[in-house]
């Protein structure tokens, strides 16, 4: 209470910003004094990928198929809340003993908020029995550190429930806008993304999200043209942070829908459409990079068979080779 009474607070109320399509207006309220994109290089404040030309893509186009898809925040929900404890060894050092998924990672975040070199800083895993990339950010790390170095004695701080679901990192939110050129016999020629990252209130692992994305969205699917726009963007909300195949499986989900847009477009089978569009030997993959022990269609095949899908003898004749 002593402590408490000692604390002053002097607040000025500004208009929050949830919607990260709002903060990137040039108009919009500043979340951060760097502003409410992540700056990827200097002065670079969107991850682009470029293939080919774009333009040419559509010009060489029969239909246009466009998209919005969107994803929500996802708590991890582990068994076990949040805590940390932390104490001052024989030696002198500051000992903390938390569940992490990258002890070593954390030991050079905390040594760094605390002003402490890493060697007197000794980072106690102990065993995750989840996380789910949850545990990728300390949470209570800091706080036990700094109270143990303040009182010289034994500190422990664990989250409610309730405050791991209100306060803890979270998966951020995204949105896509998937524009596709393709012909009238389903090859996908040009593809252009737009894709926003709300990463909340601060970057942690948001803007690394954005990047795998970014190289990764297009899918296992041969595209001569490519036009991606990543940004990863600061609203008044939890911090994003890792979970699951994060930065990956969202821009998956998106593709893939999109991809069973274009078949219904074209009123072709989604089968086929994935079977002429995909990767096989020698392909260059959208950041440039030769394919090689392709499989994708012989995976196609096989996962046909179990769907109990009938395929052609024409795509079942096909080879990756």
């Not at 000025?12 to 910003?17: A, H, Q, Y």
């Not at 949830?18 to 040039?26: C, L, T, V």
């Not at 700056?39 to 060489?60: C, H, N, S, W, Y």
């Not at 998937?178 to 593809?191: F, L, P």
């Amino acid at each position: 209470m002593e402590a408490l009474s000692k604390v002053k607070i002097d607040l000025e109320e500004l208009t929050p910003i949830f919607d990260p399509r709002e903060a990137m207006k040039p108009d919009s309220e500043q979340i951060r004094p760097e502003g409410n994109l992540w700056e990827f290089e200097p002065g670079m404040r969107v991850r682009q990928l470029r293939k080919g030309d774009i333009e040419k893509g559509f010009a060489q186009a029969d239909v246009i198929v466009e998209g919005d898809y969107s994803t929500c925040v996802g708590e991890h929900a582990m068994l076990e809340p949040c805590c940390s404890i932390g104490d001052i060894d024989e030696r002198g050092r500051l000992v903390i003993y938390t569940a992490s998924q990258a002890p070593s990672l954390h030991a050079t975040m905390i040594a760094g908020t605390l002003g402490l070199p890493l060697n007197k800083l000794n980072m106690v895993g102990g065993t995750v029995g989840g996380g789910f990339g949850g545990r990728n950010d300390p949470v209570a790390d800091h706080l036990v550190g700094l109270l143990a170095m303040m009182t010289q004695k034994p500190c422990k701080w664990r989250w409610t429930r309730e405050e791991e679901m209100v306060c803890s990192q979270m998966r951020g939110a995204w949105q896509f806008h998937i524009k596709d050129g393709v012909t009238k016999d389903g090859k996908i020629v040009a593809r252009q993304i737009e894709e926003i990252h709300d990463t909340g209130a601060y970057g942690g692992f948001g803007p690394y999200a954005v990047d795998k994305s970014v190289f990764t969205i297009t899918g296992p699917y041969d595209v001569p043209n490519v036009h991606i726009n990543g940004y990863c963007v600061f609203t008044n909300k939890q911090v994003a942070t890792s979970m699951r195949g994060f930065g990956i499986n969202i821009g998956q989900f998106a593709m893939e829908a999109h991809m069973d847009k274009i078949a219904e477009t074209l009123n072709m089978s989604p089968w086929e459409l994935r079977f002429k569009n995909a990767w096989k030997e020698g392909t260059l993959s959208s950041t440039q990079q030769e394919m090689h022990a392709v499989g994708l269609i012989e995976t196609l095949q096989a996962t046909a068979k179990l769907a109990g899908e009938k395929l052609s003898p024409e795509l079942l004749a096909m080879s990756s080779k």
